[in-house]
Nanobody, 123 residues
Framework: QVHLVESGGGLVQPGGSLRLSCAAS??????????MAWYRQAPGKQRALVAA???????NYADSVKGRFTISRDNAMKTVYLQMSTLKPEDTAVYYC???????????????WGQGTQVTVSS
């Protein structure tokens, strides 16, 4: 079992910065088997991918956050971070971290989710 705990959300003015953290606990035999990611969900909207990072360090970002957000991971601490800069009101959402483990069956996976942390960008 893997449990994810998020922190770092809050209220920030447009143009400001926040750093989200998500730490895993439980049984993880090899952290390199996990892709880590951040999703967000605004009121009335579907949950959408913000950024993802694989064990090699390769990253992928939603177009809306490229150049402003940076995802990183600390394998020793089993933690994923999202550094958010130049925040905009449209970034307001609940942010969820995700650890995805690829299973032995090709194409199979298992997702673990954090509890969500509110990010509000407003003056």
């Amino acid at each position: 079992q893997v449990h994810l705990v998020e922190s770092g959300g809050g209220l920030v003015q447009p143009g400001g910065s926040l750093r989200l953290s998500c730490a895993a606990s439980g049984t993880i035999f090899n952290i390199n088997f996990y892709t880590m990611a951040w999703y967000r969900q605004a009121p009335g909207k579907q949950r959408a991918l913000v950024a993802a990072i694989v064990s090699s360090g390769s990253t992928n970002y939603a177009d809306s956050v490229k150049g402003r957000f940076t995802i990183s991971r600390d394998n020793a601490m089993k933690t994923v971070y999202l550094q958010m800069s130049t925040l905009k009101p449209e970034d307001t959402a609940v942010y969820y971290c995700n650890f995805r483990r690829m299973l032995s069956t090709p194409g199979s996976q298992y997702d673990y989710w954090g509890q969500g942390t509110q990010v509000t960008v407003s003056s």
